[in-house]
Structure formats: structure tokens, C-alpha cells
């Protein structure tokens, strides 16, 4: 199976009237799988029950943000690890630098290698 795409015209960030204009391919999504579909998709590849697989599904939500606030860094099999990034201004000298100098924080994924195999192996269709 292959994933689609389309061609949309995008103009240059930041430049008045959209500066030169140039084509790229966008992917089109081709739905979203929710929880409840996830659950049965598990069930039939398992003999776990679809009451255990969605309690372990909502743990695995609860308890990684908790230990990613603690400073670990959440790897999960296969499926890959959860990290924290933070952006932060610089100062001249090591002393000035405090907790008021980071912006924002962000949650960073870094796929297992099923993932990778996966993205090395995609098709394209365009659409």
C-alpha cells in the first residue's frame, strides 16, 4: 500500500506577497485511528482482551508524562522514546543563566527501528 500525496504552491516565508512561489508534495491523511480502534486491532493480532489492552493504553498516557517531569527519558520497546527539550536564551556568563532563561519546552520522539524500516520501505502515489 502506498501513501498518498498532493502538490500545493507555497510562497516564501516572511516575504511580502508571498515572494517566489514554488510546488511541493504534501501528504493526505487518510483518516485517524482512535482508542477504541487501536484496542481491536491489538485484540486480534493477541489474547490479551480489549479491557486490558485499553487499560494499559490509558497507563502508558498517565504515566509517561509523570516521568518525563521527573527528568527520565520514557523508551517503550520497539515503539521508540519520549524525551524533554527545552529552548532557552543565552547569557554571557554561565552565573546569569536561571530557570528564566528557557522559553518553552517540548516533548521530543524518537522512533524505534520498526519505524525507520517503515520509512525506508514507503511508496508514494500521487494523488
Known sequence: MS???????RGEPGVVGGGTKKFYASLISSGSLGIEAL???????STVTGADIRAVLY????????LLSEGQIVT????GNF???VS???SDTEEE?????IRKSRILFRPGSKFANMLSNLEYEKS
Open 3 to 9: 501513501v498518498k500525496y498532493k502538490i500545493i504552491e
Open 39 to 45: 484496542t481491536d486491532r491489538i485484540q486480534q493480532m
Open 59 to 66: 497507563a502508558i498516557a498517565d504515566i509517561v508524562p509523570q
Open 76 to 79: 517503550i520497546g520497539d515503539l
Open 83 to 85: 524525551r524533554l527539550s
Open 88 to 90: 532557552s536564551e543565552g
Open 97 to 101: 543563566v536561571t530557570k528564566a532563561n
